[in-house]
């Protein structure tokens, strides 16, 4: 999150910013499994939401009403609940272009509609170790969310 609040103080600055796809450019590896994933997101999804848990809990409220709005279009056997089943599948396409684009298996992308529980679980489990430990461990350097709160921008 750090260099996303950089660009916002940039910004705020009067500058201008822009952003592009990279990946020719730049590589970092951030680990190969779910798992890995999910670890690695611990320190920043919470942040994304200025650790303000009332948005953490109220966006996997509605990301759980979404979910169960899908699971119960199967049950339905409605023309409207079939198509809120099958919605994530529109997923597919955005993600096999920009796959292709950035040099991986345009296959990946099947993978793209159940992602959706992932990133809930990995903002769960940001919130909670971060309130579980009170803070954030970065690069061998333990922030207490009192120091991470005080400093935000906003």
Known sequence: MDDVKLGLLVRRAGKRTRAFLGSADVECHWGVTVRDMVRIMEKNYFAALDYR??????????TLVI??????GLFSRTAPGVLAALSPLSLILPAAILAKRIGWKWTSAMLAPFMLPVFLYALLNSVYATLRHGGIRWRDTFYPLAI???????
């Open 53 to 62: 848990l009332w948005l953490a809990l109220g966006g996997s409220l509605f």
């Open 67 to 72: 979910i169960g709005i899908q699971v119960a």
């Open 148 to 154: 991470l709160r005080s400093g935000n921008v906003q």
